[in-house]
Each structure stands twice: as structure tokens, then as C-alpha cells.
């Protein structure tokens, strides 16, 4: 990365967003340096779980075949198909069943989002 460009970018933040996280960039590749792949740990099962480390300056090289769940599989572009249930899991759960993330509030909310978005496929692995 170029230096200059990092510094203007950090001090600019530092400027407009003080006291904000980072951003956190990601891009698809078809070649991950060897530096990166060591690098990245799989600490936790979700993919959100592990941004964690990336928001400690980590790399996380995640893909088709990277440990994880179906979420994150599906919204980074891997696997297209659903859970059963999934607008459940997603936010409420289902008494006596399985516990909800409580990513959105309810049921049709998740179903109305999915409605209005085609899931992403990935370009590559």
C-alpha cells in the first residue's frame, strides 16, 4: 500500500470521523499472498464474529471452503441457498426450536428484505 495514501486517508478520518472504528475493506481475489493466509485465524464460527480481529489490523482471508456459517456464506456471495426457517433464525427464533440472532426485529422484515434483494454470487472462490 502506498504510505501516502494510508497517512492522508488516516488523518483525514481522523478529521471527519474522530473517535470512529476504521472501515473494514474487503475484495474478492483469485491469489492470496502467503502473509495473508497467515495471517487469518478462525476463531469463531461466524463471520461477523471474526471481523474482530480485523478490526485489530488482522487479515481475514475467507472463502468458499473457509470454516463458517451459512450466513455468512451466503451474503459474501459462496452458497445461495437458505436454512429452512431462516427468516426465523434471523431474528425472533422459534420457542422450543432454535434461537434467533436478533439481527432484525421480526420475521417478515428478513422476508421482505430478501424479496428485494437477489442474493450475490461470488466471482471466484
Same mark, same amino acid.
Given at each position: ?12 478520518? %481522523? ?8 472501515? &473494514? ?39 468458499a ?14 452458497? %445461495? ?12 427464533? &422459534? ?5 434467533g ?14 424479496? %428485494? ?7 471466484g472462490?
Amino acid at each position: 500500500m502506498d504510505e501516502r495514501l494510508r497517512d492522508a486517508f488516516l488523518e483525514r478520518w %481522523q478529521q471527519y470521523f474522530a473517535g470512529a472504528d476504521l472501515p &473494514i475493506g474487503y475484495y474478492y481475489a483469485d491469489q492470496v499472498s502467503k502473509e495473508d493466509l497467515e495471517d487469518t485465524r478462525h476463531e469463531g464460527r461466524c463471520l461477523i464474529c471474526n471481523l474482530e480481529r480485523v478490526r485489530a489490523g488482522h487479515t481475514l482471508a475467507y472463502h468458499a471452503k473457509s470454516p463458517g456459517c451459512p450466513g455468512g456464506k451466503r451474503y459474501t456471495g459462496f452458497v %445461495q441457498k437458505l436454512r429452512p426457517d431462516f427468516e426465523y433464525f434471523l431474528s425472533c427464533g &422459534i420457542p422450543g426450536e432454535m434461537e434467533g440472532d436478533r439481527y432484525e426485529q421480526c420475521p417478515q422484515l428478513v422476508r421482505e428484505y430478501l424479496a %428485494q434483494h437477489s442474493p450475490y454470487v461470488a466471482p471466484g472462490e
